[in-house]
């Protein structure tokens, strides 16, 4: 697990911010679950035989023996906390946004992280195609924040219970009959998960699937129909899209809409975020069913991608003002006067050190902020400060029981 630095945050924060405004924006509300929860809780629902609770969840007793997990996805954990507390009785859909850690035990790599942060959606009790667009089109939202040149919107069906199983024996057969020719994962996994040879990286299992019979021409009327709409939405969206027949998702509690959003730079190596619907999802965990649909942004991914493009992003230290000061009196005024534009809702940092003005002035400079306050001997007795506007230079003088109001006015107005 790794430590996220200030020139990492940047970005994060960056990304977090345009998610939040995007994810409210389309009536989302934030929820965050606990980093622990029983391990059953993914079992159930991410698949026993997958890689997420197989090899990389990290698993241990509890004092009392009981088997937790840390949490290596969200959307399990966001399920159960809506039917725990009742949200089932709320307006439907329930639309709840995240921001989380997710733990996964892999080797560490590059886009490849024991901890990493999703920025994710869940939506639940609703069923139309419509929701899979809002879904999908605020996941891109989200990403063309991030300014990358590349990315690609990756989408299938998966089919639901009731054609996916007729569509497994048939895939099941093709494999049996190519079996030799596959890696020894897919050779087992033609028993355990045979979707998932679709989506193998081994260069010769990818030759033998390239033939196999698809998921989309054998998809049952409901399932076709569903798929068709969304199609048509992104179309009339103006959502450039891909339909990928390999693309099925590691994660066993998807039906139908499965999506991923790719980074081309790397050749969609590594998914930039993923998502689908899950409507058998609460009754795995017991209850009636409801259905669902969310995604899962890979912020780690994201914003390695922003910096390997050296993506600019714009400024702001959330400072708005620099106080310099000369002298002793000077200095315990200024000292006074940040903290209230402090309190007053104003950015304001200042030298607590001695220094000389153009050293002072150096500082502002370099924080970027958009005004200086200026306290000398002459100001500090005459009760006045001088306001400088860093970009164009201009100079104006304030009485100094008038200033913190005046930086408010002109800050509100910087903001809107
Ligand atoms: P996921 O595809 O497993 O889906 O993860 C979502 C995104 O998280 C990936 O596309 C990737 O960008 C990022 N990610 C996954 N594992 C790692 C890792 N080890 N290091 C860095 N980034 C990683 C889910 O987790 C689903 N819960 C998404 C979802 C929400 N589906 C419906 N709702």
New binding site residues.
């Given amino acids: 697990m790794r430590d996220i630095l200030p020139a990492e945050q940047k970005y994060f924060m960056y990304l977090r911010k345009a998610f939040e405004t995007a994810a409210e924006q389309s009536g989302f509300n934030r929820i965050y679950t606990p980093t622990v929860e029983p391990a059953t809780l993914f079992e159930r629902t991410v698949g026993k035989s997958t890689d997420?609770v197989e090899k990389e969840m990290y698993a241990f007793k509890s004092k009392s023996g009981k088997k937790v997990a840390l949490r290596p996805?969200?959307?399990a954990s966001v399920a159960r906390a809506y039917l725990e507390n009742g949200m089932t009785s709320w307006p439907q859909p329930v639309k709840l946004y995240y921001e989380m850690p997710m733990f996964?035990y892999?080797r560490p790599q590059a886009?490849?992280?024991r901890e990493?942060w999703?920025f994710?959606v869940?939506a639940f009790g609703e069923k139309s195609p419509l929701l899979d667009v809002t879904v999908i089109a605020l996941a891109l939202r989200a990403i063309k924040t991030a300014g990358l040149s590349e990315t690609s919107l990756q989408i299938n069906s998966i089919g639901c219970p009731n054609c996916r199983p007729k569509y497994k024996r048939i895939l099941t057969r093709f494999l049996k009959e190519n079996e030799k020719e596959l890696c020894a994962d897919c050779k087992r996994r033609i028993k355990t998960n045979p979707l998932r040879t679709l989506d193998c990286k081994e260069k010769k299992c990818q030759e033998v699937t390239e033939g196999a019979p698809q998921m989309v021409n054998n998809l049952c009327n409901t399932c076709h129909e569903h798929f068709k709409v969304i199609l048509e939405y992104l179309d009339a969206l103006d959502i450039v899209y891909e339909i990928n027949p390999r693309l099925v998702?590691?994660?066993d509690y998807y039906i139908q809409t499965v999506f991923?959003i790719w980074n081309e730079r790397d050749g969609g190596q590594s998914?930039?975020?993923?998502?689908?619907r899950?409507d058998g999802l609460t009754e795995l965990l017991g209850a009636r069913k409801v259905p669902g649909i969310?995604?899962?942004?890979?912020a780690?991914?994201i914003v390695a991608a922003m910096m390997a493009e050296k993506v600019e992003i714009p400024e702001g230290t959330g400072l708005d003002v620099f106080v310099v000061q000369l002298g002793k009196e000077a200095k315990k005024k200024c000292f006074k006067l940040m903290f209230d534009l402090q309190n007053a809702g104003v950015g304001a940092e200042g030298s607590i050190d001695k220094g000389s003005m153009s050293a002072q002035l150096k500082m502002a400079n370099r924080l970027k902020v958009p005004y200086a306050i200026i306290i000398g001997q002459k100001e500090a007795y005459s009760d006045t400060v001088i306001l400088k506007d860093m970009d164009s230079g201009c100079q104006e003088i304030y009485p100094q029981d008038k200033i913190v109001r005046e930086l408010e006015k002109r800050i509100s107005k910087l903001q809107r």
């Fill in positions: 997420i996805e969200g959307t996964r892999d886009g490849r992280y990493h999703q994710g869940e998702r590691g994660l991923e998914a930039l975020g993923g998502g689908g899950y969310g995604f899962g942004l890979g780690d991914r």
